[in-house]
């Protein structure tokens, strides 16, 4: 870059006016400019036309040198392609080598002998305005005199060609247009495409698909009057309105949804799950309050508990007789569960468990439902049975009586405001030797006798607790499925906006929509296809939860926790970027952007930090790796077949290059690409860790210096799973209609992935810098083609108005 | 990639393991298979050592072989470099391709031969295992009888050699301690590096550099009692204590700060504007009143008054007498105020103005002090005399009496909750025929006589509009100033709770702080080299901003507009990452971060919308560039000259590919990609809208269809602008420690940029794929090396404790 002259404004950098003459430019220019001179070997119109085996170039030739868009690196790129072609012989490909040097452009005079060839042969030959550039290059053969040497059929011709037209990227008719005279006035068709023809209600009930009865029950209770949002800023009376609601729910049967037959056999997570999305349409503070008693409080006592405990609890969960807390996290461990402090040591001659916080790192911490409302608690702690420490254990703990006044030995405190989900009173507690009956330890996995002698069915500590841990899976799937809930309900009135409000526009004419402007289509539409991708990857991930045996367990609970920090993230940056699209209007609390925000922020960090959790998804493949592959001889192999991949790219080049639509929106293509990414970064991560501990780097060092690398590969092992679930979803859709705009979608989204990742996809030499560029392009046109059916999109979540509640989501143009 | 299985779960899409049987994997594998046959082809120790002129690259191949990390793309990077080097013959070559060729990996025995020899031969030499990989490689070379073709010194083989160890990015003396054995178990250094030496009070001088006084006054008046957080949801108490402390400050000489002689010659808008910053450590409600007031309302009379309105006003404004309105948007344009509807029609029988709101849409939005205080207010409105149009011109309109009535003719409606900064009475104003005196027009750039004829000294209605406009940049410029500070504010707990807070760890060992893990290294540090980044833009455009001249005016106003949308940005985003980072804590009100995020979410939307003052940057270079360059001649030129830099890059495959630290922190180097990015993104977004308007396409539409490449362009101008700012600061300063740190924080900040655009530069062919991985793996090396300093950076902010206030930013594990 040296030789390029500073602006002298200091501001930019750009080349000198001419002005200032070519001689203060440096050497470089220098040279140009003896170059300049030598006319002689500058590209000529004559010498291209002369020669019968450029004809069908020709038009490509001249396009690549008029047509503003190109770069030199694209013009390069053209001439290696054409000069890949069996018909060349020596002389052509020196003439077109000269025609494709971008130090040495033609002039304007040659480019318009050249255009007037084209035009002339054009009318000769009576073309029409609608062929391809291929067409056309093929077409001009048919004035030559000698093209015997030139592909023998037409189609092949044109076949040949069209490759290079994909290569550049160009759109040929468009490039014809300006070329072929009698369509040189054509007005330039600008804006939205047409929509495609489908019904918002066809789409819901694709998205309502499983278990539509119990979200039409939910969105049904959700239309009693009782359900209108109550603006408050008395954290009292919010409370008291969240209880009063999560109380009503309960009396029409929420908690059976859950808990059909109060045993576990009878159980439908699944459907809980699916009443508890719905649910997150409204309220979240409700949602929450509903997650920790029913989700967490409840699945604990189905899951860990014994049937002595469903009995005795479940029917009083159900009917919220006996609202209950989940005591895990405490102030020092909150997303590390397995160094809890609070121990339970059992008083064998009592028959009693002790609970006790032994110190201020120990206290439970942001515990929902504990500052008011709930009577007892499942708490998580650290068992002692005859001296000798059995790992993390869970037990009930009463701490309010029928009059909601705290027990003796309980002490707790209310977490104070939060920037959110003021209607959940979080609290903390601190148990000092509290004594509870020996009957209270949640015992299926681990019991202990009366006399003090404990037995568990999981022999291994470490096996157990991630077995206990499996009660957090359902609350990462509800976490998930909220998190979906409000991203759409942001979306809704964010598009809803962006259709109706109006600002900038030609001189003379009306302002135009926000979504007519191409920025507005990035920003919005490109989150909405990855909810809707997420909608489909929740689905799957529901299914396979319900469906779990203890075999694919750890892998579920892998899935539930990846997905539960990508559906999470994508929430936060969705309302984000709905806020600032609405502007003003987004910022105003009657327009509920704020609340969403606001209440829905923690779920990146709850119910396990996302970045915690996407290195525990990252470790879960390694394990299946290395189990996998254990012995060296066998990573050999894999090795070698893992290069395979890479020198197929490298042999495949049209891969690496290919760059039309067709192409670009082909799923087999897209998800491809995402496994090869995962399947790389997993072995190279497998590399790297094995080398530290091979070194004698301890594991823990190990991991931690490969973190961020643990991260990006579970980052792309979720974008492949959801890419696979939406494609899948997209098939078995029979309306055509719907497929058409599904598809759309679904190559948003792939392809959004793609382009977010292209770094990492030229660096592994997978892509080239022109698919690159292709691909963004393909991005912004499937958002200019999904612009008319934006709102019918949102409509298709089917969020009651009453959930919606903004005044902007509901035809207003302002609060 | 087709060849590949999946795996029968479904799960992921690792090979099958072996048991399964290469036959099933498809064709390629097969024809491993046969490859793997022909043992004899497969490269074999003693052929590697038998050469002399491979003996220096002896070493390296052994570590591409043995070391996890590598690639096969990596392998054969080097490759491609070694079979550079002059020195080696044809039989050389063919080894040593034999010995890169990723498809056929030497067996493990050969291997071991290998390292064998090379052990021997460093104990014949009596190497120390403190040797580079290329210094262990030259060295061999002395065992070696026939190296008379090698390079003759031994310095310029090893010049030769740290080239090719460069582009592999292996580090060397790491590699060398696994081979040579008396240092094999010498332990691994792990965790931070030392810190640098340093004292945050001298680096705070750096920062505070100009109008440290005036930083220090602020500073001060924060510390009376006064002013302590007092958290109410009240928003009229809230609204009451804002102006309550906006008055005290007032009284102590805020006003005066910027107008301290009441008039324009002594305005010094520079150390207002310092003011402005510090107090936005504090409580953003105040300073987005204080703002309003004296920023957009003084400012108004100031620079768009005339003498009389200085007498008269000014004064009042500096005291706060006369609390004042800025009522420019209204509801139908917020960012489009060319547009505004409201009218002021001049009626030469009265000698007044007749201000009037035609239409719902025209009701002015979102003015800040309308709600409560407003006495007064600069409206906005289009300028009607004697029946003609005169465009938009700014008038005084009185809004309320001395006890706070609204005015006949004023209608005021408060906007309600917002999001934050509800210490703010922001309202909406309608005008029913209000009558102001014909003085009341604040008239310095269009005058109306009494008898109703218009003059004005510019006569172009749209540079007038623009002029006026100006006013708008103090504002732009104040917003950037208190995104930075707000972002300050978020670092700092952040990075002091990241430092204490312990989380996860080896067994048996203490939980580590969270700062020692990678992730939070990278999500907290490279946010907080950003952040000094902009201190060192931010100060610059302040420069710039007082001294403009009527020259440049539009060029600062461009620079005010791009750096307010990105420090603004950058301010969201630092919070939330904030704010995750601190978890649980992170959401409770007391820890603040709920509140800066509440208050400064607006900041990307008000003041311009950041996406709409992004385009505007663009368009101003583009003006730029087609003022200097508008013939088509020189065009021609022009694109020689860009094209210029691509072949440079051609030709200069080191610059491509160099990955040794010292050339990735070299300022030069990251300031010119940054500057090519941008000077290209300038000329093909020129070429396309170029082809566009000649292709007969209307100007909006042209410009719209290539938004999303104007936004890119802005963000490449500001990030160059950002970084040479910050290159220059670190340039100036003299203390070796802060020269040192402040290096760090640059080349972290600059090497970011470029990480985050590694998919541009390798498109464009400026990167090769291991340079895009070197500079990933320099990012979290500079964060490890930033590591031990990262209190000290957030303590050289100064931020005074109670203006922190969060308990965990003050030393506490929580609120």
Same mark, same amino acid.
């Given at each position: 870059m040296q030789g390029l002259a500073a602006c002298p404004t200091g501001r930019c950098s750009l080349p000198l006016p001419p002005g200032t003459g070519? /001689?203060?430019?440096?050497?470089f220019p220098r040279m140009l400019e003896s170059r300049l001179m030598v006319e002689e070997i500058r590209p000529t119109a004559k010498e291209l036309l002369s020669l019968p085996r450029l004809a069908p170039l020709v038009p490509m030739l001249y396009v690549a040198w008029t047509d503003g868009e190109l770069t030199p690196a694209e013009i390069r790129m053209l001439g290696t392609a054409a000069r890949a072609q069996p018909w060349l012989d020596l002389r052509s490909n020196t003439v077109l080598a000269r025609w494709l040097d971008p130090l040495m452009p033609p002039s304007s005079n040659e480019l318009a002998l050249v255009r007037e060839h084209i035009r002339a042969a054009a009318e000769r030959l009576k073309l029409s305005p609608q062929e391809s550039l291929s067409e056309l290059g093929a077409r001009l053969t048919e004035l030559v005199a000698d093209s015997k040497e030139l592909p023998s059929s037409m189609p092949e011709l044109v076949r040949a060609l069209a490759s290079l037209e994909a290569v550049l990227g160009v759109s040929g008719r468009e490039a014809v247009r300006a070329l072929v005279p009698s369509a040189a006035h054509e007005p330039r068709r600008i804006g939205p495409t047409e929509p495609t023809s489908f019904a918002p209600e066809a789409l819901r009930a694709v998205l309502d698909r499983k278990y539509p009865e119990v979200r039409a029950q939910v969105r049904k209770w959700l239309e009693d009057p009782a359900f209108r949002y109550q603006r408050t800023l008395d954290t009292d009376k919010q409370r008291e309105q969240v209880f009063a609601w999560l109380k009503q729910l309960a009396d029409q049967g929420l908690g059976r949804i859950a808990f059909p037959e109060g045993d576990e056999a009878g159980a439908d997570l699944g459907a809980f799950i699916a009443s508890f999305e719905t649910l997150a349409l409204f309220d979240l503070s409700l949602v929450v309050k509903a997650g920790v008693h029913f989700g967490l409080f409840g699945a604990s006592i189905l899951f860990l508990g014994t049937e002595k405990h469903h009995r005795e609890y479940l029917p009083k969960v159900a009917t919220l007789e006996l609202p209950g807390c989940f005591a895990m996290s405490e102030l020092g461990h909150g997303s590390n569960v397995r160094d809890v402090e609070t121990v339970a040591r059992y008083d064998a001659e009592a028959g009693k468990f002790v609970v006790h916080t032994p110190s201020e790192g120990a206290r439970k911490e942001w515990i929902g439902n504990a500052a008011r409302h709930g009577r007892i608690a499942t708490v998580f702690a650290q068992l002692e049975v005859g001296g000798k420490g059995l790992g993390v254990h869970a037990l009930l703990v009463p701490l309010r009586d029928e009059r909601g006044q705290v027990l003796p030995g309980v002490r707790i405190e209310d977490c104070g405001r939060k920037m959110g989900l003021n209607g959940v009173d979080n609290g903390r507690i601190w148990f000092d030797h509290v004594r509870v009956p020996r009957e209270n330890l949640l015992d299926r996995f681990g019991q202990v006798s009366a006399e003090g002698e404990y037995t568990s069915s999981i022999s291994s500590d470490g096996r157990r607790f991630f077995t206990m841990l499996g009660t957090l899976v359902a609350g990462r799937v509800s976490v998930a499925c909220a998190s979906l809930s409000a991203a759409k309900s942001g979306l809704t009135i964010a598009v809803r906006y962006g259709d109706l409000r109006r600002q900038f526009g030609p001189p003379g004419a009306p302002e135009v929509r926000l979504l007519d402007h191409q920025t507005h289509q990035l920003r919005l539409l490109k989150p909405l296809a990855k909810t809707y991708a997420l909608d489909f990857a929740l689905e799957h991930l529901v299914e396979r939860y319900v469906k779990r045996t203890e075999e694919d367990s750890m892998e579920v609970e892998a899935l539930a926790a990846g997905l539960k920090a990508y559906a999470s993230w994508n929430c936060t940056a969705v309302l984000q970027e709905a806020r600032e699209a609405c502007g003003g209007q987004g910022y105003?609390? /009657?327009?509920r952007l704020s609340a969403l925000k606001d209440d829905t922020d923690i779920f990146t960090t709850f119910e396990g930090d996302n970045t915690v959790l996407m290195q525990l998804v990252a470790k879960s493949l390694l394990t299946d790796y290395r189990q996998r592959f254990e012995d060296d001889r066998v990573y050999a192999v894999l090795k070698l077949i893992a290069d395979k991949a890479t020198a197929m790219a490298d042999k495949n080049p049209i891969a690496v290059r290919r760059t039309g639509s067709e192409h670009l929106r082909d799923d087999d293509f897209q998800l491809r690409f995402l496994r090869y990414r995962e399947e790389d970064l997993l072995a190279s991560v497998a590399r790297r860790i094995r080398k530290r501990l091979t070194a004698g780097v301890e594991a823990f060092a190990a991991f931690n210096q490969v973190q961020a690398h643990l991260v990006a590969l579970a980052h792309a092992h979720i974008e492949r799973v959801v890419l696979e679930q939406f494609i899948h979803g997209v098939n078995t859709v029979q309306d055509p209609g719907l497929k058409v705009v599904l598809g759309r979608l679904c190559d948003l989204y792939g392809l959004s992935c793609l382009e977010a990742a292209s770094g990492w996809f030229q660096e592994n030499s997978l892509m080239e810098g022109g698919k690159a560029l292709a691909i963004r392009k393909e991005v912004v046109k499937l958002c200019t083609e999904l612009r008319p059916d934006a709102v019918a999109l949102v409509d298709?979540?089917?969020?009651p108005d009453t959930c919606i509640a903004a005044p902007i989501g509901l035809g207003h143009l302002s609060a």
């Open positions: 070519l /001689a203060t430019l440096g050497p105003l609390e /009657a327009n298709a979540f089917g969020i």
